[in-house]
């Protein structure tokens, strides 16, 4: 079956950036001109994914507009002959199908994922999360999306982090079967280092097929009381098999305020309207402390 629908779940509190997060979604914070959501709003648009189902809370609004048309905004450009401008937020606004369905209590990625259920139905889906940009992550789903099209069964993407920080992350138990593609056996969420089955990360990009909905609904809460989608999905591998693709595109986490600004970094490096500057005013830096430690 065709893949038609992304679940984006974007109503947690963002905590970790109060207080800019009491007013703002997290997900709505710039990367240079363009908030966090859109660029992975983008990369399931440029996979042919239309419809998307965000996952809100009350205090999400801002998403819900930006998504929406502008009529006085596009009036405005058009008078005063902005047309690059105009026609930015007119695709922004008209490129895809949202549909806002609401989380009413923080219970977790996996209750956040269910709460999406009366809309997908049954069937194949993407999850993406709201703080995790991919580089070219379009790429990434359509190489997903063809794994699941020759298998039929839920695509995981990973990358390889280095085995001392595989305890921020869900790690997965896989056995390699060709190129980037592995079967995995098993999942353990944020592992000590010695204990870790490898060091291939689940990055924030899944399609699964609608029974991980079954599995979710019989998923028992954890820490905090949370229903965690890897135990979902290791419900899941008990009925059938699950596959991981091996992501080799750079993977941004926006999630925390170093990773928020490292992104913005990287990405203005990358910008040819204004990598040559921003180089300069790092490289600025850079001497100057570096003058300061040695004096």
């Given at each position: 079956m065709h893949v038609r629908k992304a679940v984006l779940p974007v109503a947690g509190w963002g905590t970790?950036?109060?207080?800019?997060?009491?007013?703002?979604?997290?997900?709505?914070?710039?990367?240079?001109?363009?908030?966090?959501?859109?660029?992975?709003?983008?990369?399931?648009?440029?996979?042919?994914?239309?419809?998307?189902?965000?996952?809100?809370?009350?205090?999400?609004?801002?998403?819900?507009?930006?998504?929406?048309?502008?009529?006085?905004?596009?009036?405005?450009?058009?008078?005063?002959n902005k047309t690059g401008l105009l026609e930015n937020i007119r695709q922004i606004s008209r490129w895809i199908n949202p549909i806002y369905v609401r989380q009413k209590e923080q219970l977790g990625l996996g209750h956040a994922v269910l709460t999406a259920e009366p809309v997908v139905g049954e069937e194949p889906f993407i999850v993406s999360l709201g703080d995790i940009v991919v580089e070219d992550g379009s790429s990434v789903i359509e190489e997903m999306l063809s794994i699941y099209n020759k298998y039929g069964r839920s695509?995981?993407?990973?990358?390889?982090?280095?085995?001392?920080?595989?305890?921020?992350?869900?790690?997965?138990d896989a056995v390699h079967l060709d190129g980037p593609v592995y079967s995995i056996k098993d999942l353990v969420e944020k592992p000590s280092p010695d204990k870790a089955p490898s060091n291939l990360a689940i990055v924030g990009r899944y399609i699964f097929t609608p029974r991980i909905f079954e599995k979710l609904r019989v998923t028992k809460p954890g820490k905090g009381g949370e229903i965690q989608l890897t135990d979902?999905?290791?419900?899941?591998?008990?009925?059938?098999?699950?596959?991981?693709?091996?992501?080799?595109?750079k993977v941004?986490?926006?999630?925390?305020?170093?990773?928020?600004?490292?992104?913005?970094?990287?990405?203005a490096l990358q910008r040819e309207d204004i990598k040559d500057e921003m180089f300069e005013f790092l490289q600025d830096i850079i001497n100057k402390h570096s003058q300061c430690i040695d004096i």
């Open positions: 970790r950036f109060l207080p800019a997060t009491k007013a703002m979604p997290k997900e709505m914070f710039p990367i240079i001109d363009k908030p966090v959501i859109q660029f992975i709003v983008e990369e399931c648009i440029d996979a042919n994914v239309e419809n998307i189902i965000f996952v809100t809370g009350r205090h999400k609004r801002p998403i819900e507009h930006h998504f929406d048309i502008n009529t006085d905004l596009e009036k405005h450009l058009e008078e005063c695509v995981i993407a990973v990358f390889e982090v280095p085995q001392e920080e595989v305890g921020k992350y869900g790690v997965v979902a999905i290791k419900l899941l591998l008990e009925d059938e098999q699950v596959y991981a693709y091996k992501v080799e595109n941004y986490d926006t999630g925390t305020p170093i990773g928020y600004i490292k992104t913005i970094i990287d990405i």
